[in-house]
Each structure stands twice: as C-alpha cells, then as structure tokens.
C-alpha cells in the first residue's frame, strides 16, 4: 500500500548508546514482517520486526562477547538465521538468530591462523552465540561485504587493508593496501569480478577480484569516502561486431543487471576474454559519497579493464593509459620499464593531441569526441601526488602544467610534500607503495567522476541504488531520492 511520508512505520529512541548500522534479511522478508538487525555503539545487536512490533531479542546485551561499538551486521546470504556483526576491535563474530548468548565470557579454540587473521571457534557444553570469533587486522573493521553469490568476504580495516576471504573454508583470498590511511567502505561489481573500496586517502580504488591487483585509482573527493556503491540499473554489457557495424539493435543489447540475468550476464563477461567470440564492450557505474558532502558517479571502462586488447573499431571514445599501466597477470610495472613507448601489443596509438586533455575525463563522451590519449608520462598533476620523483617527465609536460593542474586543484604541492613524508614513514617499514599490494599513484590508471555533485550540508552516510532513484543520507538527518533521467 502506499506508505504515508508523513510517519513512519515504526519509531525507536535509545537512551545511552546509539544504532550504528542494520541490515534487513531479504530472503525472509514478507509484507506482513521483516527481520531487521540493529547494530549500537555500545555493542550490543538487536533483532527487531518493525512491521509485526513483536518482541525483539538482544545480542551481546551484557556486552561480555564484546564492548566496542559495531561498525557492520549483515545477514549471511542465503541464510534464515545466521549473521555476521564486525566491531571497533578488530572483531567480527558469527550469530545464529535460534541461539542464545551465555552469561559468561565465551572462551575460543583456535580454528585457524594465516597472515594478519586468525579465526576461533566458541567453546561450550552447549551451542550457543557467537558461532565463530575473526580477528582481522590491526585496528577497527570499518566494513564488510559479501560476494555476490555469498561465498567471499571482503573486509576493510583502519590499517588501511582490504582482505578478501573464502567464507566457508576461512582462506585469505588477496589483500589491498590504501595509498594511506584507513578504508571505510567496499562494495562488489554485480558479477563479483571487481571490489571498489574508498577510505581517507580521499580516493576510491578499483581491485579485481581475479588477478588479485589494483586495475584502477579514483580522484573527484576532497575528504574521505564514506560509502561506495555500485549502480546494477546502468551497469552493462555491450555485445557489438565491429566489421559489420550498421547500428542495428542487434549490435548493441544493452543487458542490465537484475538478480535473474545475473548468470547470463556473467557468461558474457567471461567470454569478454576468449579471443573467439565477438567483442563485448562493458562498462560498470558506481558511485560513491564523502564527508565533502560531495556525490560522484564513476564510469569503469573496457580500456581500463583490459587496457591490453585492441579497442573495436566501432566505439568512438577511448581513453587509453595503457602506456602506464602494467600488462596483465603482472602485479605492477617494472622498475625498469619505459614509461616513453606509447605502443602495446595490437594496438597502435595515434601521435598525442597537443590539446587533448590526457586526464581519462570523457568514459562517456558523446561519439565524435577527441580521443584522450596518454602520452606515454603521466599527467603532471598525477606526478605532483605521486611520490616518485618524475623529474625528467615534468619538464617535458611544463608547458602544459597550467591547463592540466585543475584535475587535482585541491592538492598543492606544499600539501603534497607533506604526505609524501607521511607515507614514507608510515609505509616503509610495511614496504608496501610501489608493491602490487599498493601500486604507485602513476602505475595505475587515474579516473576522473563523470559528475561530482555538492548535495548536501553535512558529510554523507547513505548511497542506495534503486530502479527508478538514488537515495542519500546526511548527518543533517536528511533522506534524499533522487529520481534517475526519465524516471521523474
């Protein structure tokens, strides 16, 4: 029925702590009840039925599991009863809704160890909460997210680490470093093929699942990120045949994303690779929102996901970095390799355009745009953040500096002096930048948003991708939808 915006449906205050987080379980939900979990500051996670209004059951109460706040709760995918709730601490525990928690401290057993994670099972005579116990990383775990299809974990902490995990069988999958700082949030691709993370180094990172390596570095937020998300409504699939391109709608099907052709869709991007079929152009939206009150829309293209294919003939807008980026399978460029050779395998790049502004700005031009083509350096405002010294690559780009240095106006070069000794004393004893754990800022491709809009007053929480609107949230108390092109 239609819901009166007037009330709401159900109204809670706490006195003493704060809710935090929730998560809804969509596989139990019906019309007439709704299993909703509540995290709290206080640690403590509570199941409520706002539609029925039965009696809700607290977990954690006496806080013996736990005393940090929650920062995460998810239902387990395809479960009625389990679900995972992340801590302050580090922690994450498993629950099963049928159990209840002892009245004394729960004591574990060892299950098993790997690099920077252990996992315990609970001892007791009989079953009870928590099922598990993770200790992942060093400092707070900001956020996790599972798989699409419910078998992976990925997790990131205020170390500044994405780890992936095999859920069931408690195997470390890869790892992420930030450029520096803690990540905050990560969100998976539709198909489960990329995680985009985003965090206090202000940018959102692009790793691919299957190769274990960063494909791709976002730029557009002026503080950090709170949230990313991608958009499965406008993320598709684009099967064309370049000899014969007549423009028919048989050459472009567009396939969107929804939970019944997720499969069909995946097929099509597995086949992106095998060299028999015809081409497939692919592009992923995401989005993400910051504490700059700041909305960005984010485009990943199939230059950047495959910088190493030729580009079909048949699409008119490329902005190709492929002279930077390091081929795949291989986690990073070489210390040695030449950033001047501007030609790769089977695909022959045009000599630059003087004007061409080499920023990958145009992921969706109009066709007939300029190509945006990479000189074979990096754009000097690229190197300006990075911390490797280009010397030689920013002379050659001085002519240049002024009409380029918009793209990272923010960041001056005094500020940039500053964090470059920061992440020097922070991240050599780790020896992680300029490993494929964290590749340098000129190793990767650098996007530009699409849009980067101002929406609020206040830094902001929530971005939801629906059918017909986005929805946003602020620290102001605000919930925003905002209806899609044509959906008004």
Known sequence: QAADLSKPIDKRIYKGTQPTCHDFNHLTATAESVSLLVGFSAGQVQLIDPIKKETSKLFNEERLIDKSRVTCVKWVPGSESLF????????????NVEHTCGTTAPHYQLLKQGESFAVHTCKSKSTRNPLLKWTVGEGALNEFAFSPDGKYLACVSQDGFLRVFNFDSVELHGTMKSYFGGLLCVCWSPDGKYIVTGGEDDLVTVWSFVDCRVIARGHGHKSWVSVVAFDPYTTSVEESDPMEFSGSDEDFQDLHFGRD??????????????TDSRPVSV???FGSVGQDTQ???WD??????????PLSRARTHTNVMNATSPPAGSGGANPGSNGNSITTPGNSVPPPLPRSNSLPHSAVSNAGSKSSVMDGAIASGVSKFATLSLHDRKERHHEKDHKRNHSMGHISSKSSDKLNLVTKTKTDPAKTLGTPLCPRMEDVPLLEPLICKKIAHERLTVLIFLEDCIVTACQEGFICTWARPGKV
């Open 300 to 309: 990943l293209t199939e230059d950047i996901l495959f910088p190493h294919q």
């Open 283 to 285: 592009t992923y939206r």
């Open 295 to 297: 909305l960005c829309l």
């Open 261 to 274: 052709r997720a499969n069909s869709t995946q097929s099509r991007l597995s086949k992106r690779n095998s």
């Open 84 to 95: 995972l709730v992340a801590h302050s601490s580090g922690n994450m525990y498993l629950y």
